[in-house]
């Protein structure tokens, strides 16, 4: 059986490890992941004027989280490009069990073929295919689904085959 060592964080806050065993499994590890990676992409930053210039400040946990988007309208391929890449910076810098992050706009379309009933018109929909960086093997392939509500800037996170 496969198990591997849970964040620093979860190791104080999750009630479920016993006190002799301080490993999770697969699904324990993706599910983690998957809740982190939510609060990272639910949390709003402050602007990026109050870290101008401030470097260290700007890749610290200040500034942790996503700009406001809810003014931004992600229905052109442009602008979810734009929002994608702003996605990837922030798991990169945030989420150091994810390595070799893609994050891929998806259109409207796309969404809608795969789930027929599913699907929002108004939101903004990313594919994020990652490496997940844990002990003693990473896991090459993960993939997390996250649909942007653009009016209120709230991202689902979801697995797209379910958690392992």
């Known amino acids: 059986m496969e198990d591997y060592p849970?964040?620093?964080?979860?190791?104080?806050?999750?009630?479920?490890?016993?006190?002799?065993?301080?490993?999770?499994?697969?699904?324990?590890?993706?599910?983690?992941?998957?809740?982190d990676l939510e609060d990272l992409l639910n949390t709003k930053r402050p602007p990026d004027e109050y870290f101008a210039g401030l470097d260290m400040v700007s890749r610290s946990i200040a500034n942790f989280g996503l700009?406001?988007?809810?003014?931004?309208?992600?229905?052109?391929?442009?602008?979810?490009?734009?929002?994608?890449?702003?996605i990837l910076d922030v798991?990169?810098?945030?989420?150091?069990?994810?390595?070799?992050?893609?994050?891929?706009?998806?259109?409207?379309?796309?969404v809608k073929a795969e789930q027929p009933k599913g699907y929002r018109i108004g939101a903004a929909y990313f594919r994020i295919v990652a490496t997940l960086n844990v002990d003693?093997?990473?896991?090459?392939?993960?993939?997390?689904?996250?649909?942007?509500?653009?009016?209120?800037?709230h991202h689902n996170v979801s697995s797209p085959g379910g958690i392992a």
């Not at 301080?22 to 993706?30: A, V």
């Not at 406001?68 to 702003?86: F, V, W």
Request: a negative charge.
């Open 6 to 35: 849970p964040s620093f964080f979860n190791r104080l806050t999750d009630p479920t490890i016993a006190a002799n065993r301080c490993r999770y499994s697969l699904t324990q590890t993706e599910v983690a992941v998957l809740r």
């Open 67 to 86: 700009r406001d988007a809810t003014h931004q309208d992600g229905s052109s391929p442009h602008e979810r490009l734009k929002i994608a890449e702003h």
């Open 91 to 110: 798991i990169q810098t945030h989420e150091p069990r994810l390595t070799n992050v893609q994050v891929i706009p998806r259109s409207l379309e796309e």
């Open 136 to 153: 003693p093997t990473p896991i090459e392939g993960v993939v997390f689904d996250t649909m942007l509500e653009l009016a209120t800037g």
